[in-house]
């Protein structure tokens, strides 16, 4: 699914000092996780690399607030239906060809006809240009998740070169328009990015505006946290991505790093199949929402996530504060609550303490996605929290994606799911039938009408009332909210976050 939002303080700008030429050195970042493809509309999942290689059009600030980005001016009609970007004269794709309206025209049809996630746009969206103006309208529905745009999917493709390259020679080395191009990949080792000369910008909170200070980035790709901390106290990389919890301490102590905490755009939930025996039963469901201490699990990761009571977090637009409050009250741990619920149902514990009924024990299997740090952690004090309940559980380890796989098959139980995207039509894809995670028409109704609402106010109102619906009918168990962690070697300074966690470099410089 598509990726990260964040709680960040937008701005930040450290270590003052004398500023080093750009030609002193490249800047050094080790991530995770390498990229699938240099062709952000060929990718299923997109990482920082592509955040540096496509400018964004539309930025998120700090407040969650949609600002310009490439962009001079961008307004939607009032009924929402048709919005206009106005592209301003004189930019440039890194290979010299002119960014015009036309072209940003070509890469958004491309999008939505090439790309995983072009159901976007295509369903019931047309494009057009008056001069410099690139015009989308939509037929049937209002464009209520607009803020789409402001991930790195929907970066500029230059598609005439594109179709003038070989496809697996222009998915290593994709001709776009961003803060820089690409220079070079070396699969399975690191991708060197070179600047673009012809960048400029409109983001109103970064101070450069025009190409960037320094000359080129080599992103390293390492998926061990262990070196990627190793190598940011050796002074070896610039920017360490995906700091592992256990190393957030010891950094943070470091008087040569400064650390970065923000909160992701999304979180961790288990869903609850109420398609299989015991399950099946409305009071289990409520039963194991209230019988889960999420407090506790913050606890046991020593305060470096969130517990959360509904399905969307802070940095996620249409995010209710007064409902996660009210879910909290309404669903959150009542260890009493939850053991009376099952005892009206008639749930009675056998001699080895776990609850049946009529033949059935409440004895699950949990699929736990090994790969989600958090969610494998918590999962042996789920197991003991709803053992007190009298609820048997097995912990089953699988990658996410295959736990993804089976969900959607309706091949579980009790499945976990980590989900990350900035805007509520997340919840969408979470529970709306047409995904396949679950099914169930009250909770359609409302999230379908919720996703296509324009008025700020009266959406946060319709997801907050299928959020409940979700939570009343126990299809799933919302739990964590993760904080990410960045390192930066106090060599460089100016490194400022989107309200959406993309790293922006235009103000990055070494300093002595």
């Not at 310009?68 to 106005?86: F, P």
């Not at 009266?458 to 979700?470: I, P, S």
């Amino acid at each position: 699914m598509k990726r990260k939002i964040a709680l960040v303080c937008l701005g930040v700008l450290l270590t003052l000092g004398l500023v080093v030429p750009a030609t002193a050195r490249e800047l050094v970042i080790v991530a995770a996780e390498e990229i699938e493809n240099t062709d952000i509309q060929q990718c299923t999942t997109s990482f920082a690399t592509h955040d540096f290689i496509y400018a964004p059009m539309l930025v998120l600030d700090g407040d969650m607030t949609l600002q310009k980005g490439y962009v001079s001016d961008w307004k939607v009609s009032e009924d929402g239906r048709v919005i206009t970007m106005t592209i301003p004269e004189g930019l440039k794709f890194s290979n010299g060809d002119p960014v015009t309206a036309e072209a940003v025209m070509r890469s958004f049809a491309r999008y939505a006809e090439t790309s995983s996630f072009g159901a976007d746009f295509k369903k019931d969206c047309s494009f057009s240009v008056n001069g410099n103006d690139f015009i989308m309208t939509w037929t049937d529905s209002p464009a209520a998740n607009f803020v789409d745009m402001a991930s790195a999917f929907t970066g500029l493709v230059n598609v005439a070169a594109a179709e003038s390259t070989d496809k697996d020679a222009f998915a290593r080395k994709a001709v776009t328009f961003g803060l820089f191009a690409v220079d070079e990949w070396v699969q399975g080792s690191h991708i060197i990015l070179k600047r673009n000369p012809y960048h400029r910008t409109n983001i109103p909170f970064v101070e450069n505006k025009g190409i960037a200070l320094v000359e080129s980035v080599r992103v390293r790709f390492v998926p061990s946290g262990f070196t990627r901390v190793s190598e940011i106290q050796a002074g070896k990389a610039d920017i360490a991505f995906n700091i592992p919890i256990e190393n957030v301490d010891e950094l943070e102590k470091n008087d040569d790093i400064e650390m970065i905490r923000y909160l992701l755009a999304g979180g961790s939930m288990y869903y609850l199949n109420d398609k299989v025996p015991g399950l099946n039963d409305p009071a289990v469901r409520q039963a194991i929402i209230r019988g889960i201490d999420k407090e506790e699990l913050v606890a046991v990761l020593d305060d470096k996530a969130q517990a959360r009571y509904g399905f969307m977090p802070p940095t996620m637009s249409g995010y209710s504060e007064a409902a996660e409050e009210a879910f909290s009250r309404d669903f959150g741990y009542d260890m009493e609550k939850a053991k009376e619920l099952l005892e009206t149902a008639g749930w009675t514990a056998g001699k080895d303490g776990v609850r049946e009924k009529d033949g059935v024990r409440l004895s699950f299997t949990m699929m736990v996605p090994l790969d989600i740090p958090e969610m494998a952690s918590t999962a042996p004090l789920i197991q003991a929290q709803l053992k007190k309940l009298g609820i048997a559980v097995e912990i089953r380890e699988f990658e996410h994606n295959y736990v993804k796989n089976q969900t959607r098959k309706g091949e579980y139980e009790i499945a976990g799911r980590r989900y990350n995207w900035p805007d509520g039509s997340m919840v969408n894809y979470l529970f709306e039938s047409t995904y396949k995670y679950t099914s169930d028409p009250e909770v359609d109704e409302v999230l379908k009408v919720a996703v296509n609402e324009t008025n700020p106010a009266k959406r946060m109102e319709l997801y907050a009332k299928g959020q409940r619906l979700v939570l009343e009918k126990g299809l799933g168990v919302p739990l964590l909210t993760p904080f990410r962690y960045l390192a930066f070697s106090k060599q460089i300074k100016g490194y400022k976050m989107t309200g959406n966690t993309i790293l922006l470099l235009n103000d990055v410089e070494f300093v002595k």
